[in-house]
């Protein structure tokens, strides 16, 4: 692959295809969030999170927030996971201080019978509105991270109505009703799939599956009602726009026992969380997809000097081999200082640019 | 080892040791709880958790509640995992619908030079007479299985004050000030030693360690704040009573990637919960440990013939070898039917006592 001409930075595309880079890629998940005045800002004029997520305008603002203070190598669409359950017509509200619920969940035959899948074009237009305005606003500096939940994190929602300690409505219906569950996925992979492929077209130059709560599952149920749906959408994406590959990234928050099934899904890269060493993860799934993570949230709340400290140890573990990207094993917490964010950015680039120097790519 | 003279069922014992039983044991975390109406008519009795937990009589009361209605073969002590911080003057308190709290949480150098290692015979004397008063009442029939919260989930709760979803304070001092949190966790470790020691001397006959945060850890910080102060523990636990062997199990919640460690600890048994694969799980460990677990407690909210489905799908996992204790992979829902329990107890019996038949031991 030749850098895309579009890009003045593709040092992220070149490590998710496991291609030497100069130095290891960063970018954060949530990186456009509450931790930086200027996103609270912008949110408070747009006075709730969903209009805020729904106006391509402000999408656009606060994507490029943190690439104004941050050399970040990549930029991620700002929006929500549950956009696609919300174009399904669920009703999605954020109260106060509260997570994400919707008015209408989905737990009998009659309401599965009334789902349909979205069209992107229609329901889901600001989605891809914002893909194209962020785009346009990038003007090629680094590439854009498209995203979706993943099928199961989806349908997590929809059944429950609402987040969960322990998913008990959901989980009620995988045992007592497979059937149902399984008509709720094969619709959501459908739905995720266009929705994904969408914001290809668009101009996504990447993209993830968040698969936030896959890892609740057992292990024969995360490959019955998570992977296997997951499976099917990386199977149905576009591989490429404009000439380029389109790399597929999976992350499932707690899937560090899976990994090798994972790595099989045919996705380009696997998100770690900070639980999974990345030295036996990078055994176990061999040279067959690149490695995103995978540095705790946590650690980000500790003085200059020990988030540099833990940041080293992320890039020491992963080692200087190619198809490591650097992130946090898990969204930026609020109460992170944004000088902490601009310390670890410095660490990795000039860390790892030292580490290829001294041990070769 | 031969039958304790003083069990008549001693299965469960049998099983830890990892020899073989004519059946599969089976005892559920949190067995003694609120999905039994007796358990709630005694606590309502007692006016509120803390005084049920703290009066002998009635800790005695509901730990034999479930062995009445189902043929279980372990009874565990009823206690809360926190009475070792609340003996250290912490302050424990449950708000009505709330999880625990302490009013004076260890967070600085100077509440941390405060803190001793409780006395077991005086400060947690009413744990001693619960396990005395058990032990006389259980005349023999099955185990009784002692417990403690591990060194780093005491120490989860003392330095946060409180339950939390990512741990920020607790993690915050892991990463600023790890001197700190050692000076803790070393503390911790001594106080476990010699409670988990006063109930084995007061007729545990074996005992579990509650890691239940510790999978909340990175893989390093697992070993340095959870499971090295953890080994530390078992090596200096009390390895039998009245000439009989007292099994130690260990259970990290979450802790499904560090199989092999946890193997290496010296605990006789490993809890497992319901994300891990038990056929990987036997191949990591080896004959090194027993297993325990692993079904997802929400399967018990399914119909009988789900609940018996699912039951043998996880002996099945387990195979008819040696050393299985059947268990759930965490706590037992207070939304379950005590139906579902006795579908499940009895599925569990005769499913595995068939498989020894069918396939030799």
């Known amino acids: 692959m030749s850098a895309p001409a579009h890009l003045e ?13 100069p130095y290891t890629p960063v970018w954060l998940m949530r990186q456009a969030g509450r931790y930086l005045p200027e996103y ?5 004029r747009a006075g709730d999170f969903l209009t805020l997520a729904k106006t391509p305008a402000l999408a656009t603002e606060v994507t490029l927030q943190p690439l104004e203070r941050f050399p970040l190598d990549a930029a991620i669409l700002f929006s929500d996971i549950l956009t696609v359950p919300d174009a399904m017509g669920l009703g999605l509200a954020f109260a106060a201080g509260e997570g994400p619920r919707f008015a209408r969940p989905v737990r009998d035959e009659a309401a599965i019978a009334k789902l349909a899948v979205p069209d992107p074009a229609r329901e889901l237009r600001y989605v891809l509105d914002a893909v194209r305005e962020i785009r346009k606003a990038l003007r090629g500096r680094v590439p854009l991270i498209g995203f ?35 008509r709720i996925l094969a619709l959501n992979a459908r739905a995720v799939t266009d929705y994904l492929n969408a914001q290809i077209e668009a101009g996504a130059q990447a993209v993830m599956i968040f698969d936030t709560w896959g890892g609740t599952l057992s292990h024969e149920g995360y490959e019955t009602f998570s992977l296997g749906y997951t499976r099917r959408v990386i199977a149905a994406l576009r591989k490429e726009a404009d000439g380029y590959p389109v790399p597929c990234i999976l992350f499932t928050k707690g899937g560090g026992q899976w990994l090798e099934a994972m790595a099989a899904s045919g996705a380009d890269a696997l998100g770690l969380d900070w639980t999974t060493d990345p030295r036996s993860a990078r055994r176990r799934v061999g040279a067959q997809v690149a490695l995103q993570g995978n540095l705790d949230p946590m650690a980000l709340l500790a003085p200059p000097e020990a988030v540099r ?25 609020q109460y992170t200082a944004p000088e902490a964010v601009a310390e670890l ?12 120097t001294s041990s070769g790519p």
Request: aromatic content about 8%; some cysteine; glycine content about 8%.
């Open 40 to 44: 609270n800002a912008t949110r408070a």
């Open 309 to 333: 400290r833990e940041a080293r140890k992320v890039l020491d573990a992963f080692g200087p081999g190619a198809g490591h990207v650097f992130n946090l094993g898990h969204g930026i917490s």
């Open 148 to 182: 979706s939940g993943s099928p199961y994190t989806l349908a997590c929602y929809m059944v429950e109505g609402s987040g969960s300690s322990d998913w008990q409505t959901l989980k009620t219906m995988l045992y007592a009703r497979p059937d149902l569950a399984h």
């Open 9 to 21: 930075n593709d040092t992220l595309l070149r490590a998710l295809a496991r291609q030497p880079t």
């Open 345 to 356: 950015v410095d660490e990795v680039r000039t860390y790892s640019a030292r580490m290829r």
